[in-house]
């Protein structure tokens, strides 16, 4: 099977749903891997942009990523960007990939970069696309520091009806998340160590086991 999990920034799919993407390497699944901004000069020094670059390259390869597919858009400044331009660039790598599964950031996150992600990803994953593409089921996830973030409307609300068991790979998540050296927090900030067991161990004790991951199906076609 192939499975596809886009991020805006590049830590977004580990601490959503990387327990998952290992549960799917070890289930023999092919992983592809869509990252859509990148930092930039001069917001970024050019030190910054290779380390930077060089931990995406490390956790693509502790995945075992079969293609890892760069957009290069300036990270948190998507709102400068036409809809279209990024509309199509997704649609090409998911054109190429033709992935069964889709992870998604969730489109109700604070995060500007990432409720515009979701909603160029949809606007290209329409049910008939989906069809034609192979993509059977389309799931969304959480990010800490930025799904728990959004104010309490209900157009922001992630509601879980999907759950992933990651017991055996929890302690392997929390290892490619310390790759990020330039993105990870010290506990006890929300991108920490702690608070990633945390979450696990809430969305885990929500089905009865050690350590979970939770997800809101977006879209199914059968």
């Known amino acids: 099977m192939k499975v596809l999990a886009i991020s805006p920034h590049p830590d977004d799919e580990t601490l959503g749903c990387g327990g998952t993407l290992l ?5 023999e699944d092919s992983l592809f891997w869509l990252v859509v901004t990148e930092t930039y000069e001069p917001q970024w020094s050019a030190e910054t942009i290779q380390v ?4 995406v390259m490390r956790v693509a390869s502790a995945y075992k990523m079969r293609q890892c597919f760069k957009l290069g858009f300036p990270t948190i400044r998507l709102d400068t960007i036409p809809l279209a331009d990024l509309i199509g660039r997704i649609r090409d790598v ?3 990939v ?3 599964v889709v992870y998604l950031v969730h489109g109700g996150d604070v995060n500007s970069d990432h409720a515009i992600v979701f909603t160029a990803t949809m606007s290209v994953l329409k049910t008939f696309y989906m069809r034609k593409w192979g993509v059977r ?3 969304s ?3 800490l520091s930025s799904t728990e973030a959004a104010p309490p409307l209900s157009h922001h609300l992630f509601v879980p009806n999907v759950y992933r068991d990651i017991t055996p790979y ?3 998540k929390v290892e490619i998340m310390g790759l990020y050296e330039s993105e990870t927090h010290s506990d006890p900030w929300p991108r920490g160590p702690s608070a990633i067991r945390a ?3 809430y969305r885990g004790a929500s089905i009865g086991v050690d350590y979970a991951e939770a997800f809101m199906l977006i879209r199914e076609v059968d």
């Open 94 to 96: 998911i054109q190429e």
């Open 52 to 55: 930077k670059a060089a931990e």
């Open 141 to 143: 996830y959480e990010t």
């Open 199 to 201: 979450l696990a161990r």
């Open 23 to 27: 549960r799917h390497v070890a289930e």
């Open 98 to 100: 033709k992935p069964e």
């Open 137 to 139: 089921r389309v799931l």
């Open 170 to 172: 929890i302690e392997q």
